[in-house]
């Protein structure tokens, strides 16, 4: 049996959003229950990546050593629950740059299914913006919002048949009870 992958997106699901951007480890404040719902998926056999868009780094909001910053305290803030993200991969491109990394583009998801040698094909996208959904439509992965973050906007004008959590932590429970049954 292969690996199970899950991706989720960083600002606004695991940690606290904020139009300003996220600069430092210092502004990153996990949302509740996602670093336990990170921490459930890893102790039931899941692979956690991440798949973010950081266009400050291309605006210059911060630097690569403060997005590692962020990351490492992410990280241990995982390791600590008895989790682990396994893989963070993120766009650095601005919006107008025409990379084909910067959600709601798939190329963020397919470097993930390269690495891990699989189709992305079903595998769980969770996000709170159209974008993050897009990215997973167009490599058909799975589709999954949640209401943190920009979920709540997000969720007023969605189309049919896309999964709806109130967080991170209630998606997690719900992709391990389906992998229990």
Known sequence: MGIRLVVLDRDGVINCDSDFFIRSAEEWVAIEGSVEGIALLSKHGFTVAVASNQSGLARGHFDLAALEGIHRKMCAEVRAAGGQI?????????????????????????????????????????GDAERDLDAARAIGARPVLVRTGKGGVTETSLVEGIEVYDNLLHAAHALVAERDH
Not at 86 to 94: N, T
Not at 96 to 122: F, I, N, T, W
């Open 86 to 126: 396994d893989r963070i991969v993120y766009c650095p491109h601005g919006p107008g740059e025409g990379c084909d990394c910067r959600k709601p583009a798939p190329g963020l998801l397919q470097q993930l299914g390269e690495h891990y040698g699989v189709s992305m094909a079903g595998v769980p996208f969770i």
